[in-house]
């Protein structure tokens, strides 16, 4: 108590000081500007006070913002008891009594078009004949699949719970009364003055979105240490046991997975008790065209025909996932792409625009791309089967070695929601591709539609390797046989 004390104490100075520092410039520019008017100077000497003062404000406001930093990650490996090979998903398909012949037959189509392997898991709920998809059965997966993950992260970082400011989880299909939030402080009996955030209904695109709120905290918080964000989908409550073909899809995509994330600011975190962070966290952005009204109604959860509950994807969701990106992957470009391939782009996208001008207008003519592999090194994107991630690696021009982890992960757990992009991560790491200094591009995309990136870069290696994190990983028994060439 007496060190948060001194730490609001010294913070409080510090904010004093700043304000005194901003009004001395501001007056000493007001200063400068009525000398350049009494002494009749040069029209653009009005320019350099204001000049100065801008350039101050931008480095003050970037000084003030802390750095945020990944301390380390952890993914759930289910036990081989709940594995699903493909062959039996699809005759428990059959067994089940609640599908008819077409409903099968279209779910066959996709789970083997979409590259799905045989190591997949579902939750114990969903093994029984018929599902027992019931709250208490979703409640006993939330166990089993926080419970480890964090034991997993607190292990490895030596962090212990009660040291904890903040814990945000997301989950978008289930969200019970004491919330996940509560029964994961409950069960690590965390200090009383923990902060906790459940989030819900917001897709794979809730991982940043935690992550976002996890910052917002630890920069406002000085005495907050470090903050927790859990991403998981809670697969029993999104069974569907109905006939409608776009209701289907998240049976056969969807699988048991879960991540956890210690992130720090390290100003916050002094001495020798501060844990070495792992990454950087050099830019986060979020885009959502919850405005529009195609957009808003391109995923969302309702009932059939016959009052079961499932969730859809609507028509033309392709085309409305390429408006969204187009329009983030603006935003972003301008944070993450070195200055020269800006200005290369730049120059492409004018010379295409001239050219245009001179042909015809139904000639057309190829829209130029920014080359995204300039600005990460290491591309995490949406498990939403090999066709979409081929379709979106291929237009952001990526080549096949930037979306294997993508593909594999896909291959080896299928898609985990935002827990996804950790199992990417946690992919590349095992696989010793992952260096000091290099970026790490994560892509989220979610209902509303939303679309939001991490770029994490890697810092000095805090002693590990990657052999040790092939073995304590979600791939410790498997990253040999990857990347497969049959997927």
Not at 155 to 160: G, K, S
Not at 188 to 216: E, H, I, Q
Not at 323 to 352: D, K, M, N
Request: proline share 5%; charged share 20%; with cysteine.
């Amino acid at each position: 108590m007496a060190v948060d004390m001194d730490i609001a104490h010294r913070d409080h100075l510090l904010a004093a000081l700043h304000g005194v520092l901003g009004a001395a410039v501001f007056a000493l520019c007001l200063v400068a500007e009525i000398f350049v008017f009494a002494f009749r100077r040069h029209a653009v000497m009005y320019l350099v006070p204001a000049a100065a003062m801008l350039l101050f404000c931008r480095f003050w406001r970037r000084a003030a913002e802390k750095e945020i930093g990944l301390v380390d990650f952890a993914c759930l490996k289910p036990p081989r008891r709940l594995r699903i090979p493909v062959a039996a998903l699809l005759e428990h398909f059959r067994l089940i009594g609640c599908f008819d012949d077409g409903s099968v037959e279209f779910m066959t189509k996709v789970i083997e078009a979409s590259g799905m392997g045989n190591e997949t898991y579902f939750p114990p709920s969903l093994h029984y004949i018929p599902p027992a998809a019931t709250h208490a059965a979703a409640v006993q997966e939330a166990h089993m699949l926080f419970f480890p993950t964090l034991d997993d992260l607190f292990a490895r970082t030596r962090v212990p719970p009660s040291a904890v400011g903040a814990l945000v989880v997301n989950c978008s299909g289930f969200c019970p009364a004491p919330s996940l939030a509560a029964i994961i402080a409950n069960k690590y009996r965390m200090r009383p003055d923990v902060k906790t955030f459940n989030l819900s209904g917001m897709g794979c695109a809730a991982g940043v979105v935690g992550m976002d709120v996890a910052r917002g905290l630890l920069r406002t918080h000085a005495a907050m240490a470090y903050a927790v964000v859990v991403s998981a989908e809670i697969v029993t409550v999104g069974w569907y046991s109905g006939r409608e073909h776009g209701k289907l899809l998240l049976n056969c995509y969807f699988r048991t997975g879960c991540s956890a994330a210690l992130v720090t600011a390290t100003s916050n975190v002094r001495g020798g008790a501060a844990a070495p962070i792992r990454y950087r966290l050099a830019s986060l952005k979020r885009t959502n065209q919850t405005a529009n009204d195609r957009s808003y109604r391109s995923g969302y959860r309702d009932e059939d025909g016959e009052g079961v509950t499932g969730f859809t994807l609507g028509q033309g969701v392709g085309r409305m996932v390429s408006e969204l990106l187009r329009a983030h992957l603006v935003t972003l470009s301008l944070s993450i792409l070195p200055w020269r391939e800006q200005l290369r782009y730049v120059a492409a996208a004018l010379l295409a625009s001239a050219r245009r001008r001179r042909r015809d207008k139904l000639a057309g003519g190829a829209v130029p791309l920014p080359d995204f592999r300039t600005a990460a090194d290491h591309f995490c994107l949406p498990s939403s089967g090999r066709p979409m991630i081929w379709r979106l690696g291929q237009g952001l021009g990526l080549g096949e070695r930037e979306m294997e982890a993508a593909l594999m992960t896909f291959h080896r757990f299928g898609n985990q929601s935002a827990a996804s992009l950790w199992y990417q991560l946690a992919y590349l790491e095992a696989k010793g591709r992952v260096r000091a200094g290099d970026t790490v591009w994560q892509l989220g995309v979610g209902s509303g539609l939303k679309a939001n990136s991490l770029v994490w870069e890697r810092v000095a290696d805090a002693g590990d390797d990657a052999g040790e994190r092939a073995l304590q990983g979600p791939w410790m028994d498997c990253i040999h046989k990857y990347p497969v060439t049959e997927t």
